[in-house]
């Protein structure tokens, strides 16, 4: 495995070619990185699933340079996924649609529907292009963590995740820390109204003013839909300390809360974001932080509000969930 850290066109263009020749690259986007395979080679996409030590039948995110790719994937599109696509690629959404051919069983995990995001990060993006310009019809691309652990938001992130399971081909793009921190807002729109399976930087808010409806988010669970989502799995996002969402922590546990919170007596500070944007910028860092300083107990005091406050909620409660 090789790091790229100098992400200059040519290195962009080799990336591209690894993909294609079926080999893997970790990439950054605005949420969290990626693990990059080739979406119509099942060998590589399988890779993918050994790398991460991810069960298999977990569907991933198809990753496209631009909504003019769409219908290669997705069928049967309705106009208010257009308009979603539309509104906000690129960026931090993920749209479930129905399945063409081309996405096939090991992508989908059997579901006749399939999950297409175009991301905003240029490293992304301009991969995306190359890899099309070679005649790659889409990059399939998890988060570039182990199963059930925390999403990396840095290239030494993911090189501490994955570097004992790669192999010498595969490549890690190194594009800075990333903007938004948590992963995309998933949006099943195979039905008449949209439907948010989970919560991300594009909000409820933002999906209501674009679509002028209201969104209840309380249907998400409740609904009868036959998707399989990974990070809908009770534990996951989780560090390997133990998560705490109510109580104080004592010497030597860790502490998350928005700045306006004091540091409890004796306990290490691994964050004290700003804003909600900033807690859900620095929330997975700040886990691993805690890890690496050996705690075996953190303590968070959760955002309050809407918009990004129930994707970073989201995410501690099921970092939370007793393994
Ligand atoms: O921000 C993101 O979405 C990041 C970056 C790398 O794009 N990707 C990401 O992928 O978070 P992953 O695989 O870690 O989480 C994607 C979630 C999983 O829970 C998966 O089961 C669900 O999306 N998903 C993917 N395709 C789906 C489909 N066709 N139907 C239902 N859920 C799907
Ligand atoms: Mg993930």
Redesign the pocket.
Known sequence: MTTISNCTATAIKGAAATLIKGDLVA?P????????ADATNKEAVGRIYEVKG?PVG??????ISSISNLDKWARDIPEYAFKLARTFWPG?M?L?LP?TDI?KNF???G?D???I?V?SHIV?LDLLKKFESLGGLGVA?????RFGAV?PTTATAVEIELADYLSENDQILDGGACL?G???T?I?CTQDHPLI??P?AITKEMIEDTLRIFIDLNNSNSESIQ???????ESHYAPKAKVFLTGLPTLGDGFIALDSFATPTGAVRVAAPKTNEEYAQVLYEAFRLADNKGLSRIFVIPATGGGIAVAINDRLVKSAFSK
């Open positions: 990439f986007t605005e949420t969290v990185y990626g693990l990059g991810r977990h569907p991933v995110i198809i990753h931090p993920t479930i399945r996405a992508i989908t995990g579901q529907n399939v999950g995001r991301p992304a691309a998890p988060s570039a963590n999403s938004v948590v992963e995309s998933i099943n399976l989970r991300g998707i399989k989502a990974a990070g809908l799995i």
